[in-house]
């Protein structure tokens, strides 16, 4: 059984930063894509970012370019999501998701296994 747990959401100002991370746990870690996702009140889940098996490409939506950073430890079964410069659109639910395949990986539907999610909230 493949769970996820997110942990590092909280309430902060614009401009401040935050670490989300995310513990993976069941099966091999380093045999999945990892996404990160968020779902703002009354919106659809959004992909924030995502990371290959190996670490070495990362993927980002066009807001999170040059502000977060997605990476992970395949030795400590747990990716993270780095977010600098936050603003107050960046309020949302974050989610780290597991896909099999890579594929569309922009594309919730695509993902196996999800985390329960964190609040994150940006004050102006």
């Known amino acids: 059984q493949v769970t996820l747990v997110e942990s590092g959401g909280g309430l902060v100002q614009a401009g401040d930063s935050l670490r989300l991370s995310c513990a993976f746990s069941g099966r091999p870690f380093s045999n999945y894509y990892v996404g990160w996702f968020r779902q703002a009140l009354g919106k659809e889940r959004e992909f ?10 990362t993927y980002y939506a066009n807001f999170a370019k040059g502000r977060f950073t997605v990476s992970r430890d ?16 960046d309020t949302a639910v974050y989610y780290c998701a597991a896909a099999t395949y890579y594929s569309d990986t922009d594309n919730p539907q695509n993902y196996d296994y999800w985390g329960q999610g964190t609040q994150v909230t940006v004050s102006s």
């Open 74 to 89: 395949n030795t400590k079964n747990t990716a993270t999501l780095e977010m600098n410069n936050l603003k107050p659109e």
């Open 48 to 57: 924030v970012g995502g990371i290959r098996r190996n670490a070495r490409h």
